[in-house]
Structure formats: C-alpha cells, structure tokens
C-alpha cells in the first residue's frame, strides 16, 4: 500500500493542477507537497505529473490514478464518519461564504457558543469547492440558486436586494430617476446586481453600466458607508449595517432575488450532535422553520 499522506497530497494537486493551491488546501508547503508527491511517483514507479515552468499537467497514469484515488479516499472518510459510538469531533468545520460570514455570522457567533460552550468552530472563508466528506467540513454555507446534486442541501434564506448609501447621501434618492450622476457600485461576481433589481421593481436606471467595479459584496458595500457611491444592498449580510445606521436603505421596498443562501451538508455528518446544534441555532437567528427532509438535486 502507498502511504495515505501522499494520496492525499496526489489527489488534492490532481484537482488544482497546482502544488502551490494544494498546499494552501492542506495547510502544508508547496515545497511539502512536491517531495510527497515525488515519493509516491518513486513508489509507484511512474510519473504521475508532467512538470513545466507556467504549468502542472496529469501524465496518462496520472489521469487514470486520479479518479480512483479520490473515490478510496471518499469512501475512508464516509467509513469513519459512520463508526458507530466515534468519539465526537473536537470541533465543527465550517466552510462559509467570506461575506456571509465577515458580515452575519462572525457578529452572532458568541450567541452560539453560549448556548453550546462545549463546541468549538473552525471556520474557513475561502472561495472553493467542498467535496463532502473529504475535505474535512461539516458544514458549508454557500450563496447561489443550488444546483449541488447529492449533497443535502437547505435553502436558509432568499436574498433581498435593496439599494444602499450612506446617511449623508440618503435625502437626494427619492425615485430610481435620482441615480442620474450618482456613482452606482457593482460587484462582478454576483449573478444578481443593479440590473436584477431594476429589472424587478419595474424601472430603468439612469447609466447602469457606469460606476465602481468591485470582485466581493463586503468591499462595495463599504464602499458605499464610506460615500463612494450607491451600492444594491442584500439581506441578510446588510442587516446590522442598516440596524447600525452606517447604511441606509433608499429607493423603496427590498424586492426578492433568485439568489440565496443555503446550508449544505453531507447526509453521513446529519446524525452528529454538534451538527444538529448548529443547524438548529442557525435557523432561529434567520427566523426560518425547520427545512422539509430532501436530499436536494437542485
């Protein structure tokens, strides 16, 4: 048998097609991962990557190796997960979408540990796929409008779009015809911005393409508190900005998106205690009823 470590390695370099990616997954260094990996190629005998200056290609033994890999190391997880009368985790895994959590859990989280002090939380805001069970999270909480076929997935709470600024601005935005000359701020890597809240509040904004571009909703938003512009807020993530009075709402009513935020989960970790803790706490600060039982193939 092949040490597991360097499987482990294989798989996660196989996926990113990087040493460096690999290495900040596993909290490891590239360098790490690369004599792992060239063990495992010395064991097996073969090459399993074809190495260049700009780039990492799987060899043919690589490619068909790497499938299989990453089914064993699927399966020892589950197998593990399931052992009946395992001890608990130490603490709870979460993978959480960054804005989500900068701006909606990480202020609620101590209500959550005073009601379990006894669970301890890892959270991890990077932008990644969770591959259930893995990489090692319990728990993930991802925006989007699904489609995570196999994996236990719970709409939390639907998106709201509001446009957003900050107090001192707030007066001059009585109608959408006010937008004229303001500076709008857009987030390019949301499915949902300026466009889907016109489009649904049945109105044309003046210069919808001009304006400040921004790759995360937290950076227009403060953006937007500190006068730069005019940003679409979204509830929940913009709840104790606008409680807080940094932001305030303009342009009427939030008008409901596509979009939303959902608790996925791989059926093998539902039974867990501190996972069903979380899950209940999260559903009472979001004031939503217990989700109908599905395995969702959105």
């Keep these: 048998m092949p040490p597991l470590n360097a499987l482990r390695l294989f798989e996660a370099a196989g996926r990113h097609l990087s040493f460096k990616l690999a290495a900040e997954e596993l909290h490891l260094t590239p360098s790490a991962v690369s004599h792992g990996i060239q063990g495992l190629e010395d064991w097996l005998g073969v090459p399993l990557f074809a190495r260049s200056h700009r780039q990492l290609a799987l060899t043919p033994a690589g490619t068909a190796y790497l499938p299989r890999v990453r089914d064993i190391l699927a399966q020892i997880a589950a197998a593990t997960e399931a052992v009946p009368g395992r001890r608990p985790a130490e603490r709870l895994h979460l993978s959480v979408a960054p804005t989500f ?172 205690p501190d996972v069903a803790a979380f899950r209940a706490w999260l559903r009472d600060e979001l004031d939503v009823p217990q989700p109908p039982e599905m395995a969702a193939t959105l």
Aim: glycine share 12%; aromatic share 6%.
């Design 101 to 272: 959590g900068l701006r909606w859990l990480i202020p609620r989280l101590a209500r959550f540990r005073t009601r379990h002090p006894g669970i301890e939380v890892s959270l991890d805001t990077a932008h990644r796929s969770v591959e259930f069970p893995r990489d090692g999270v319990d728990l993930a909480i991802r925006m989007g409008t699904g489609g995570w076929g196999g994996i236990r997935a719970d709409l939390l709470v639907r998106e709201q779009l509001v446009p957003v600024c900050a107090p001192g601005q707030a007066a001059a935005l009585r109608t959408p015809a006010d937008l004229a000359g303001q500076t709008l701020l857009h987030v390019t890597d949301v499915a949902e911005d300026w466009g889907a809240w016109a489009a649904r509040r049945g109105v044309a904004v003046p210069d919808l393409d001009r304006g400040l571009r921004f790759d995360g909703i937290h950076l227009a938003l403060e953006a937007a508190a500190r006068g730069l512009g005019i940003a679409m807020g979204r509830l929940p993530v913009v709840q104790d900005d606008l409680a807080e009075g940094r932001l305030v709402a303009v342009l009427g009513p939030p008008v409901e998106a596509r979009t939303g935020y959902w608790l996925l989960a791989h059926g093998s970790s539902l039974s867990r």
